[in-house]
């Protein structure tokens, strides 16, 4: 096995997306859609991520760790574990429904899996927001009195984002993203969202889009208040460290070289500014999400001032 896996994205339309990732990413979008989400990593049953060049070129990511597993995950990955990361990016034209994921204590009960993520802030309009967590002092009871009075917005935690912030959003934690974001969320392998709130808007079919009230109350943390997000700085830092990964920022001058060894653990490669080149003469640019499998050796230069992100310690 030789240099990282490419992977093929999955476009999804989401009532509150846009063309976003054409612009900012160069990407070539399906026409006429409000693209939300562009899946960049992904091993589930319902999605698949599909191997671009190289030696598995057109195999889907499940096909490959299935008979590479060692080469790819480690020596003591079972062959049958899906990738356990789900990397995103999510172009936020509109603002997205307050929600939560629940936690893994009350994940069985609701028939749900818990998922923990990070959002990364790639670009962003002027005066732009996040929601994370309570304000400080709100009790489920004030909260379940302004879910009926319509006033949430006065019991969640609202602050202002700039370009290179971050925050890590654990399960439970109520949120949403308001409009104007482009964001790259690294996540825990899940697929399970639960609405609470969605400010009166409707879907794509122009009904309301599903609530689910009471798995919601079930999943918020209620002692979570007022959460501080990172702060974009061009240092290197670990920015997210959570049981389920870990996040380097790691920024590099033009010309820079950065390298992975073999044998040290599988990791993603994120590149939101700037290019790397590889030894091959292969690109990664702005948007590029690649895998660097356990037992290959990866290095690249910096073509110009760049910036990655570097997630690793899965679990």
């Not at 698949?48 to 995950?73: H, N």
């Not at 028939?111 to 929601?131: D, Q, V, Y």
């Not at 999943?219 to 974009?232: A, L, M, N, Q, Y």
Request: net charge negative; aromatic share 6%; with cysteine.
């Amino acid at each position: 096995m030789s240099g990282f896996l490419r992977l093929q994205p999955l476009y999804q339309d989401r009532v509150w997306g846009g063309r976003a990732l054409a612009s900012a990413l160069n990407r070539n979008l399906p026409p006429e859609r409000p693209i939300g989400e562009s899946w960049e990593i992904v091993d589930r049953t319902e999605a698949q991520s599909v191997i671009s060049g190289g030696e598995f070129d057109g195999l889907s990511l499940r096909t490959v760790i299935a008979t590479q597993a060692a080469a790819i995950m480690g020596p003591n990955w079972p062959a049958e574990r899906p990738f356990p990361i789900l990397v995103k990016w999510l172009d936020c034209k509109e603002r997205l429904s307050l929600q939560v994921h629940p936690p893994a204590a009350v994940a069985p009960e609701l028939k749900g899996e818990p998922k923990t993520e990070n959002w990364f802030i790639a670009a962003c309009a002027p005066a732009s927001h996040l929601i994370v967590g309570l304000k400080k002092g709100v009790t489920r009871p004030q909260f379940e009195k302004s879910l009926a009075d319509l006033t949430l917005d006065s019991c969640v935690h609202r602050f202002p984002v700039a370009v290179g912030d971050s925050i890590l959003v654990h399960s439970g934690q109520i949120h949403a993203i308001d409009g104007g974001n482009l964001i790259l969320e690294i996540q825990q392998n899940s697929d399970t969202t639960y609405r609470v709130y969605d400010w009166g808007r409707v879907g794509l079919d122009g009904k309301p889009r599903a609530m689910h009230v009471e798995q919601s109350l079930k999943s918020i943390k209620w002692d979570d208040f007022e959460p501080v997000p990172v702060r974009g700085e061009r240092t290197a830092a670990t920015i997210a460290s959570a049981r389920e990964f870990s996040i380097q920022r790691l920024p590099l001058a033009a010309g820079e070289p950065v390298v992975f060894a073999a044998g040290e653990q599988p990791r993603i490669l994120s590149v939101v500014e700037g290019r790397l080149v590889a030894p091959t003469g292969e690109v990664l640019v702005r948007g590029d999400n690649v895998i660097l499998p356990y037992s290959v050796k990866n290095e690249f230069i910096a073509e110009n001032d760049a910036l990655v992100l570097v997630t690793g310690n899965f679990c």
